[in-house]
């Protein structure tokens, strides 16, 4: 979602393996257990951000209601947030989101 400051909010991303439906590979991917930071996540931003890195965002527009977001604080143009984390994976799999 985009609001009127252009600030891009994420919630409840999943990587599963299909041999294993329903069993999401990342941690605290609804960032549920998150604070202010992006708990068990690494998020950097290009280098022409100007501010700070993102942050937590909590109200009741989260997805399935009230919770926590993560909100992109890069909110200049053609600027580039990124947000990674690393999970197991195998050779020969594949990996869907879900």
């Given at each position: ?8 909010f994420l919630d409840n991303v999943s990587v599963a393996d299909a041999s294993q439906t329903g069993v999401n ?74």
């Amino acid at each position: 979602m985009v609001d009127g400051y252009s600030e891009l909010f994420l919630d409840n991303v999943s990587v599963a393996d299909a041999s294993q439906t329903g069993v999401n590979l990342l941690s605290n991917s609804d960032f549920e257990i998150s604070t202010t930071a992006a708990v068990e996540w690494y998020d950097w931003c290009g280098n022409s951000c100007i501010g700070n890195k993102g942050y937590i965002n909590t109200g009741n527009l989260c997805y399935g209601g009230n919770g926590n977001r993560y909100a992109n604080a890069c909110c200049t143009s053609n600027v580039v947030e990124f947000l990674s984390q690393g999970f197991p994976a195998t050779i020969s799999r594949t990996y869907p989101g879900e």
